[in-house]
């Protein structure tokens, strides 16, 4: 499997399919597990592990998964009780004969896109000057994707703060909950840049905001603004400083 034609691949197999948001981020957690355990055909993946990865919910995480092997993108099986399901991606990669796999699966979701993207090339044909907003459109929609997986809030801790165990994986999950995802990640990045590498400070900052009614990073600034002047007051208001004082002292003596 090649990781760079299977991401192409997804991403223009998905304009077609209309997949979701949770489909998505579902897939490229997959495709994570893959890369790590050696692109093996099967990988068997416990139910917790994937929600830790992805961020999502269990309800969604379900649904995600229906819709991702209904569509064709991959399959997955119960191997019993109180064990975890195998999965497996279905390539989006043509082979190199140029003759589609016998994979039932496989070869039914490339039917189906094949009359979909000449449906798309005729559309295109037609309104040239729509489908150029469109690509532009979608470029800009699959920045904001792959944004969207790399700012996971359980990933990040994974890359900046250090091992994810199973409370902070709780606590991060309930601040996502609460609060937007933006405002949560925000909060780990301040922790950093005060060098507080540990999620109990973030949770601080987290707690101050949902004090004060905080729920977007533009409410967030405009409250900075507002401690920024009101420790400046303060400073006013506690009278000349030192330097202020020599200033005023030698002004008079030179007078």
């Known amino acids: 499997m ?27 957690t997959l495709m994570h597990f893959h890369n790590k355990a050696g692109w093996r055909e099967e990988i ?3 139910a917790t592990s994937i929600l830790v990865k992805s961020g999502l919910t269990e309800s969604a995480f379900k649904r995600a998964r229906k ?14 009780k109180n064990q975890a399901p195998i999965y497996q991606l279905i390539t989006r990669e043509y082979p190199e004969s140029g003759r589609l796999s016998d994979e039932p699966a496989i070869r039914q979701a490339t039917e189906q896109t094949n009359e979909q993207v000449d449906q798309q ?5 037609n309104q040239s000057a729509d489908a150029l907003l469109k690509q532009k459109e979608t470029k800009r929609d699959k920045t ?55 999620f109990q400070y973030s949770g601080g900052i987290l707690k101050r905001w949902q004090a004060r009614g ?19 007051s303060k400073s006013k208001e506690d009278g000349p400083t030192v330097a202020e004082l020599y200033e005023e002292w030698r002004k008079e003596n030179e007078a």
Not at 121 to 125: G, K, L, N, R, V
Not at 214 to 232: A, H, N
Request: with cysteine; proline share 3%.
């Open 214 to 232: 905080v729920k977007t990073l533009k409410e967030v600034e405009s409250l900075d603004v507002e401690v920024r002047r009101s420790s400046f």
């Open 44 to 46: 068997t993946l416990a």
């Open 67 to 80: 819709q991702l092997k209904e569509k064709g993108y991959l399959t997955f099986r119960s191997v019993g």
């Open 121 to 125: 090339a005729t559309e295109q044909t």
């Open 144 to 198: 904001t994707v792959v944004d969207l997986v790399r700012e996971n809030p359980h990933t990040f801790y994974e890359q900046n703060f250090g091992v994810l165990n199973p409370h902070i994986a709780q606590s991060i999950t309930e601040w996502c909950k609460d609060m937007p995802e933006e405002l949560v990640l925000e909060a780990m990045k301040r922790a950093l840049q005060h060098n507080k590498p540990f």
């Open 2 to 28: 090649n990781y760079i034609k299977e991401i192409n691949a997804f991403y223009d197999r998905m304009e077609l399919d209309g997949l979701t948001t949770s489909e998505i981020v579902l897939w490229h």
